[in-house]
């Protein structure tokens, strides 16, 4: 009967892993306010490092440059996340401006059908993403504000909303 082989040892690359995936994520988590994004973008560091590190060198460059890798990502995550289009207030303006006693019956079926609009695109998102978007754009509260509302970290309130416009932005889309 032939002996099972032994564990394999761990590889230069499995090393460095385990040695830094701990700290780059509370770097990471810091800088992002949320789980779910801190631990996507650490997997995007480590991917990145599995095709571009050389493990070959000292563990302080290697150190090194898996911090810079990270900031580069949590960069490029809030770049995105400010990168929304715009809507111009004149363009949701019908939604929560009450009518002046002189707009014309024209004007106020426009703002009847922006409300509508408004309305039936909200009821499509989930609970929460339609919770933070009225808080914010409708009863214009300050993310703060918002926040504490939904009784979140301020930082979480700013990706909720991310998420809240970019799904609406899907879904107010002609296919969407």
């Known amino acids: 009967m032939a002996e099972p082989e032994p564990a394999a040892a761990p590889t230069r690359f499995e090393a460095i892993y385990e040695a830094h995936v701990t700290a780059i994520h509370r770097f990471v988590y810091a800088?992002?306010?949320?789980?779910?994004?801190?631990?996507?973008?650490?997997a995007q560091v480590f991917m990145r490092a599995v095709e571009q590190l050389d493990v070959n060198r000292p563990a302080a460059q290697i150190a090194a440059w898996l911090y810079r890798v990270a900031q580069n990502a949590v960069a490029d995550y809030w770049r995105a996340f400010y990168r929304?289009?715009?809507?111009?207030v004149e363009q949701v303006a019908g939604a929560w401006e009450p009518v002046s006693p002189q707009?014309?019956?024209?004007?106020d079926a426009e703002?009847?059908?922006?409300a509508a609009a408004v309305a039936r695109l909200l009821?499509?998102?989930?609970?929460?993403?339609?919770?933070?978007l009225d808080l914010r754009f409708l009863?214009?509260?300050?993310?703060?504000?918002?926040?504490?509302?939904?009784?979140?970290?301020?930082?979480?309130?700013?990706?909720?909303?991310y998420r809240a416009l970019r799904r609406a932005a899907l879904l107010g889309e002609p296919n969407g």
Do not use: C, F, M, W
């Open 103 to 107: 707009a014309s019956p024209t004007a």
């Open 111 to 114: 703002a009847d059908t922006a």
């Open 31 to 42: 800088r992002v306010g949320n789980r779910p994004d801190a631990e996507d973008l650490t």
């Open 139 to 161: 009863q214009r509260l300050s993310v703060a504000e918002t926040a504490e509302r939904l009784g979140i970290s301020h930082g979480n309130a700013k990706v909720l909303q």
């Open 123 to 132: 009821k499509k998102l989930p609970e929460q993403y339609a919770r933070v």
């Open 84 to 88: 929304l289009p715009q809507i111009g």
